[in-house]
């Protein structure tokens, strides 16, 4: 059973609009959420986190928003660019001891010029 | 550059070859990872090495052998495999283990098994 599910495949935004992606969760264990980026033939690299005792975090274009209650975050794109097409994965972790991350299955943003 | 480099990118193999997928980082970190990404699938945690001892095993088939000599290496050891084994296989390093240290992964090895 899924634990980080990113129930969108896929997302097509254009240029200079704004890109939402969205992942939901399902142990209420988790406290730090963090979103990779992938671009084909690469590793996933590190975009932005959040603490749970957070609902926003900001750094640039990018903003993700935590909803606790309903174990829902999103991470926000504005404005969009074609640079910013790849797949985006949602990652959850629980406890400060271990560093096992709980992935998503992705979403693959296509940022059209 | 990753800091980050993994070797084969691309591997295949046989179900009675044995091969070794290698990783190095160049980041001074203390934690070292490895990951299968299947298709479809979310990335799953096989590996964790901490200060160069293995903390955590993914109830990882024995096929699959990890080898962390030092700080800066990590290897995955491979035999007789199974075509159902063809994935992406990613190596990740972190400063330490947990504490929200963020992944940097390398960029992967693409494994076929035939």
């Known amino acids: 059973d899924q634990q980080v599910k990113q129930n969108s495949p896929s997302l097509s935004v254009q240029e200079g609009r704004i890109s939402i992606l969205n992942c939901d969760y399902t142990?209420?264990?988790?406290?730090?959420f963090l979103w990779y980026k992938k671009y084909p033939a690469e590793g996933p690299t590190f975009l932005i986190s959040?603490?749970?005792?957070?609902d926003k975090n900001e750094d640039g274009r990018f903003t993700v928003f935590l909803n606790k209650s309903a174990k829902h975050l999103s991470l926000h794109i504005v404005p969009s660019q074609p640079g910013d097409s790849a797949v985006y994965f949602c990652a959850a972790l629980s406890g400060g001891a271990t560093n096992k991350l709980i992935f998503g299955t992705g979403t693959l943003l296509a940022v059209q010029p | 550059e990753t800091g980050v480099t993994q070797t084969p990118r691309h591997l295949v193999m046989g179900m009675t070859n044995k091969k070794s997928l290698k990783c190095e980082q160049h980041l001074g970190h203390n934690a070292m990872y490895w990951y299968k990404q299947s298709a479809k699938k979310p990335l799953e945690l096989m590996f964790v090495y901490s200060l160069e001892e293995r903390v955590e095993n993914n109830s990882v088939p024995s096929r699959f052998s990890p080898e962390c000599p030092n700080s800066s290496h990590l290897f995955l050891h491979l035999h007789t495999l199974q075509p159902e084994d063809s994935a992406l296989y990613l190596c990740?390093?972190?400063?330490?283990?947990?504490?929200?240290?963020?992944?940097?992964f390398g960029n992967g090895t693409r494994l076929t098994v035939t």
């Open positions: 990740a390093s972190s400063r330490f283990r947990g504490f929200h240290s963020p992944l940097h």
């Open positions: 142990n209420s264990m988790f406290d730090y």
């Open positions: 959040i603490s749970s005792i957070k």
